[in-house]
């Protein structure tokens, strides 16, 4: 009997009542799943409205993109005409001094020319030939922009300045 008692006692040391530990865990699991479930529906509602946004916004943006593309040829046209214009005016400022270095300039001092008839004799500056002058061949806008652009541009002006009157 004794025997009986004792192995009753220490089997109650055993025993484990883990029902407060495992109450406590399925609140926290039942918390986090309902967490879960807003964060999934969050997520849906942010979706949708991406979605609304994308089929908002996708033409507008479809439409833009020739405007974008004319807007970028225009500017590579500039930037082309830009650097042609550089050219010839290097061309130009090239053939100035050219011109400037064939023509009979007086270089000296004024006291130099004040004195030069007395001492030599007068050069005859007519004999000189001097060289045929051939203009360079530059850019021409109409290479670059269409004539109609800037006739369309020029009657926008001219509208706003009559407008304007």
Do not use: W
Request: with cysteine; charged share 30%; aromatic share 6%.
């Amino acid at each position: 009997m004794m025997l009986d008692e004792l192995a009753i006692d220490y089997s109650e040391y055993l025993k484990v009542n883990n029902e407060n530990e495992v109450s406590a865990l399925k609140d926290v699991v039942e918390d986090m799943l309902t967490r879960l479930e807003e964060f999934q529906t969050f997520m849906e509602m942010v979706r949708a409205l991406r979605m609304e946004s994308t089929e908002m916004h996708y033409d507008s943006i479809k439409a833009m993109k020739s405007k974008v593309t004319e807007l970028t040829d225009s500017v590579n046209k500039l930037e082309k005409l830009v650097n042609k214009v550089g050219e010839d005016v290097e061309l130009v400022d090239q053939q100035l001094t050219e011109a400037e270095a064939c023509m009979p300039i007086n270089k000296d001092g004024p006291l130099n020319t004040i004195l030069k008839p007395f001492f030599k004799k007068q050069e005859d500056h007519s004999s000189k030939q001097l060289p045929a002058y051939e203009p360079p061949v530059i850019f021409k806008s109409d290479d670059y922009f269409l004539a109609t652009k800037a006739e369309d541009a020029l009657k926008i002006i001219e509208s706003d300045a009559t407008t304007n009157n």
